[in-house]
């Protein structure tokens, strides 16, 4: 996916989800007196929110300048700027907390980014890794219903919990632990499906991508589509 090309599908579509939302906004280490950073900002819908709500000092990278061109639209004291996970532009012990929501997977290199995150942290200090399990791909609503064709694309693409776990053991953290978190709605409208505004709908052939909007469009007709969106969020401490 061209995330330059398709960041105003993705800004458009794409939502803070409120269970992940209220859990980082919980973890003691958000506030005036905090620095936060999230790894792969995106459209930066999550450090503008989080800013917005409780103001701690806020910065978001990302490799995509479309996606960092709409973020910086919001005119909030968030400083965007380009960056990858594997390297860190920032001093040592600097943030307060580090998180990423639904990036991982998209990380070429975890454990350097898990090292970096470690290194850019305060002793004390968080991350925050939203992610999607293997049981969580099987059994997205509606993804996985109308698209079961990405159901393997995705658990090609995520890199397994356990293996996370390690990984973040590995480069120094402790007191690892997971939580899952969910989110019920109703769908209304087949557009962000039809924008193709989640990647893994570019990965799949045409026909199977045509196919499961048809389906999408026809059960619509009928009424809104029960949904439910969930996370894994994976927590270190430093």
Request: aromatic fraction near 10%.
């Amino acid at each position: 996916m061209d995330y330059d090309r398709n960041a105003s599908d993705y800004a458009q579509h794409r939502q803070v989800h409120p269970a992940v939302l209220r859990r980082l906004a919980l973890t003691g280490v958000i506030g005036p007196a905090f620095r936060v950073l999230e790894v792969g900002c995106g459209t930066g819908n999550y450090i503008l929110t989080l800013q917005h709500l409780l103001g701690p000092s806020s910065w978001g990278i990302d490799p995509s300048e479309g996606m960092l061109a709409l973020a910086r639209e919001a005119s909030a004291p968030v400083v965007f700027q380009l960056g990858q996970a594997e390297r860190l532009e920032f001093a040592d012990d600097f943030f307060d907390l580090v998180f990423s929501v639904d990036v991982i997977h998209h990380v070429g290199d975890h454990l350097a980014y898990f090292r970096e995150a470690q290194r850019v942290l305060k002793p004390g200090g968080k991350v925050c890794t939203v992610t999607d399990s293997e049981w969580i791909i099987r059994h997205r609503q509606p993804l996985a219903v109308y698209f079961p064709e990405t159901v393997q694309v995705e658990l090609g693409r995520y890199p397994g919990v356990e293996r996370l776990r390690d990984l973040m053991e590995q480069a120094g953290f402790g007191q690892v632990s997971e939580e899952m978190v969910e989110h019920p709605y109703q769908l209304n409208d087949a557009q962000p499906y039809r924008d193709q505004a989640f990647s893994s709908l570019h990965l799949i052939p045409d026909e199977a991508f045509r196919r499961g909007i048809r389906h999408m469009e026809q059960d619509l007709e009928k009424g809104p589509i029960a949904c439910v969106s969930r996370y894994v969020l994976l927590w270190g401490a430093k």
